[in-house]
């Protein structure tokens, strides 16, 4: 027999009230402003625009405020936000060359034209908890240098002159674009790079620490990563010119992997790319391993089975909205699908019983 | 003056600074400039989303990042002139007073607008560009070479 069932408004608007409550947390103690999480939780801040794939800082600290600090929950909120927005268009592609660099370093060439530049880094920190700073305390001041005029060469290029690295192919077409069209596979690289992008970060991670410990190998070189501010430049059909419409940060990433050669064509160092919102470092050299590592094909590689190689199962499962909508909607009243399940099981077990007495007899 | 006149370079550089300005210096520098002329929306203020794209390792065939908000607006003042605003972000003044400053860049109040908000624009951001460069150069490595004893 189906029963329809219906109730527990009152029951849900009493969680929700519950939720407003927890989220304050203690009123003795200041509530967070969103302009404090945006300027000190700034990280938080990029990797849930990254994923959400909506630049908009203050957007993306309200999210992770009513989130409760829940990254995943905000970037489900920034999603379903984009989601009301006309699209306006697009931009021309940007010009990552021209970068304004906070940081650029490059794992391959110590002397590299434009220098080694650390920018605001984690690294060669201690990893020590810092106790100082949970005391408040006079804002710190950066030290100061003499600015480099000229914009930052690309590592990739001084290769690619001596024709020791394979060349990009410059390209004009239109890319796909997955918030318009379902996913089909095969994908071509620029689809599997609006994936990446968005994707999860510690997915995306998982699979790239897959390829270095053996699972698809490509011998990843940090051929250069970047950091800093580029334009954002857009054709205006009403003008008939392309004006800037705003700036954003990116992280940009560019490995240098293990070189094939044959017969006929002289040994070439190969690329992956990762290109992220934000200061997200970790996020796009990730990316720039799985990227390469779903080139296998272009580039005459063998299919070794491994998974960071199979584009439909990266790509499928990297999206966290997706998979924690399918994950988490098991908790939810699923009585009906339940109770013809017990209906079955008990059916076969009077059934077995019979036959077990039958047998007995 | 029309904008073949005016050219189309100048007006992409101050479209640009509008664009990028925080919308409340904008905002404190446009109010300090005499009164907003009255005008007719060509286009009332929308938020939406421009799709950002990239190129497969920076330089080649370009794919889809991801959406930045942007907010636009049209309008033409009593003297003719029409001014677009195409600002990063979600505020409406902010598209507004890009449009209006654009008119006026237009048409007679050009040289004070370009004195009362263009120019202390650009000079801000040239500021703030130079003062994270600066920034960036004291964490470049300076490398040196260990010497080796010889004995």
């Not at chain 1, 949970?134 to 000229?150: F, I, R």
């Not at chain 1, 064509?265 to 992220?276: C, D, I, S």
């Amino acid at each position: 027999m189906y029963v329809a069932v219906k109730g527990g408004e009152r029951a849900i608007d009493a969680a929700h009230e519950w939720l407003a409550e927890e989220r304050r947390g203690d009123p003795k103690v200041p509530e967070l402003s969103l302009a404090q999480i945006r300027e000190q939780m700034s990280l938080a801040v990029n990797r849930v625009m990254a994923e959400g794939s909506l630049y908009d800082p203050d957007l993306a600290a309200l999210a992770i405020k009513q989130a409760r600090g829940d990254l995943i929950e905000a970037i489900f909120l920034i999603r379903a936000y984009r989601t009301t927005l006309p699209r306006i268009g697009h931009s021309r592609p940007v010009e990552t060359s021209d970068m304004r660099c906070d940081r650029r370093i490059s794992a391959t060439f110590k002397d590299a034209p434009g220098g080694q530049v650390l920018g605001p880094t984690f690294d060669y920190t201690h990893r020590l908890l810092d106790f100082e700073l949970a005391a408040e305390g006079a804002a710190p001041v950066a030290q100061t240098g003499e600015p480099q005029q000229a914009s930052t060469p690309r590592i990739t290029d001084f290769l690619n002159r001596d024709g020791l690295i394979q060349d990009e192919a410059h390209g004009d077409a239109t890319p796909p674009d997955m918030t318009r069209q379902p996913m089909e596979y095969p994908a071509d690289r620029p689809l599997r790079l609006q994936a990446l992008t968005r994707g999860d970060e510690g997915f995306v991670l998982g699979m790239a620490y897959s390829t270095q410990r053996g699972y698809g190998r490509n011998h990843p070189f940090v051929g250069e990563l970047r950091i800093g501010a580029v334009e954002v430049e857009m054709e205006i059909p009403e003008l008939g010119f392309d004006i800037c419409i705003g700036e954003v940060t990116l992280t940009e990433c560019e490995t240098v992997n293990q070189f094939m050669g044959s017969k006929t064509e002289p040994a070439q160092f190969t690329r992956g790319y990762g290109l992220v919102f934000g200061q997200t470092e970790r996020k796009a050299i990730s990316m720039a391993l799985v990227d390469r590592a779903l080139r296998w094909q272009e580039l005459g590689e063998e299919n070794v089975g491994a998974p960071a190689q199979d584009e439909e199962f990266v790509l499928a499962h990297s999206d966290n909205i997706q998979a924690t909508g399918f994950l988490e909607h098991i908790k939810l009243p699923h009585y009906v699908d339940f109770q013809s399940e017990l209906e079955l099981v008990r059916k076969m077990r009077r059934g077995a019983q019979g036959s077990m007495k039958e047998a007995a007899e | 003056m029309n904008v073949t006149e005016v050219g189309i370079e100048a007006r992409q550089r101050w479209m640009g600074l509008l664009a990028r300005a925080p919308s409340a210096r904008l905002a404190a520098l446009f109010e300090a400039a005499g009164e907003a002329p009255a005008h007719d929306w060509l286009r009332v203020p929308e938020t939406g989303g421009v799709m950002l794209r990239g190129r497969a390792g920076g330089t080649g065939a370009a794919f889809n990042m991801g959406e930045m908000t942007v907010t636009r607006c049209a309008l033409r003042l009593e003297s003719g002139e029409v001014g677009h605003g195409y600002v990063q972000g979600r505020d409406k003044a902010h598209a507004e007073r890009a449009a209006l400053v654009d008119a006026l860049m237009q048409g007679p109040r050009a040289s004070a607008m370009r004195a009362a908000v263009i120019e202390p624009l650009a000079e801000a951001e040239a500021a703030s560009r130079r003062e994270r460069a600066a920034k960036a150069a004291a964490t470049k490595v300076e490398f040196f070479t260990m010497v080796r004893g010889e004995d």
